[in-house]
């Protein structure tokens, strides 16, 4: 994998918008799925109702973490099959996601900052075990296909510029 600092970041930079858009896509069709008309942007989901049943929340709101961590772990399950530098883009994205939301969640709870309140657990219990859980699977990654820290100090400032792209984007085109 040589060539993975050029490539890795092209494909990380190609990647983010689909996996920020599924994400909130399945936010989305967990909720549409229960019956609910649901309203979709880039950066969020919400019911188009005032006040949906606690349950139907819980639902809608673990749907996106769920889809998040099904795209790492089988991204990972990839990497020890094949070479392709898609699916560590694909894993170090998923984890970077899921970081940023349980950073944000200091001053707002993300999703499973809301999951983990809501199960007694406190505001960071969930967010640090799908975290760290996303983040052993990244390094045992990146480990056995020799990616150093180059790499992954350059997916950092990709994964930050891309995020901080579709935010603004949100913002611009949704309010």
Same mark, same amino acid.
């Given at each position: 994998?040589?060539?993975?600092?050029?490539?890795?970041?092209?494909?990380?930079?190609?990647?983010?918008?689909?996996?920020?858009?599924?994400?909130?896509?399945?936010?989305?069709?967990?909720?549409?799925?229960?019956?609910?008309?649901?309203?979709?942007?880039?950066?969020?989901?919400?019911?188009?109702?005032?006040?949906?049943?606690?349950?139907?929340?819980?639902?809608?709101?673990?749907?996106?973490?769920? +889809?998040?961590? /099904? @795209?790492?772990?089988?991204?990972?399950?990839?990497?020890?099959? !094949?070479?392709?530098?898609?699916?560590? %883009? =694909?894993?170090?994205?998923?984890? +970077?996601?899921? /970081? @940023?939301?349980?950073?944000?969640?200091?001053?707002?709870?993300? !999703?499973?900052?809301?999951?983990?309140? %809501? =199960?007694?657990?406190?505001?960071?219990?969930?967010?640090?075990?799908?975290?760290?859980?996303?983040?052993?699977?990244?390094? !045992?990654?990146?480990?056995?296909?020799?990616?150093?820290?180059?790499?992954?100090?350059?997916?950092?400032?990709?994964?930050?510029?891309?995020?901080?792209?579709?935010?603004?984007?949100?913002?611009?085109?949704?309010?």
């Amino acid at each position: 994998m040589r060539d993975i600092n050029w490539r890795f970041q092209l494909v990380l930079l190609a990647s983010i918008p689909f996996q920020f858009i599924f994400h909130e896509l399945a936010h989305w069709l967990a909720g549409t799925l229960q019956g609910y008309d649901m309203i979709m942007t880039l950066n969020t989901v919400k019911f188009a109702i005032d006040e949906p049943p606690e349950m139907a929340q819980h639902i809608v709101t673990a749907a996106g973490p769920l +889809f998040t961590i /099904l @795209v790492g772990v089988f991204a990972w399950w990839q990497l020890r099959r !094949d070479k392709h530098v898609f699916w560590y %883009a =694909a894993l170090y994205y998923a984890v +970077f996601m899921r /970081l @940023v939301a349980m950073l944000i969640s200091a001053s707002n709870p993300n !999703d499973e900052a809301r999951l983990s309140i %809501a =199960a007694g657990l406190g505001t960071w219990t969930l967010p640090a075990i799908v975290v760290l859980g996303l983040l052993a699977l990244t390094i !045992d990654a990146a480990r056995r296909r020799g990616i150093g820290w180059k790499p992954n100090l350059g997916a950092y400032f990709t994964s930050s510029i891309g995020v901080t792209a579709i935010v603004f984007a949100d913002r611009l085109l949704f309010g």
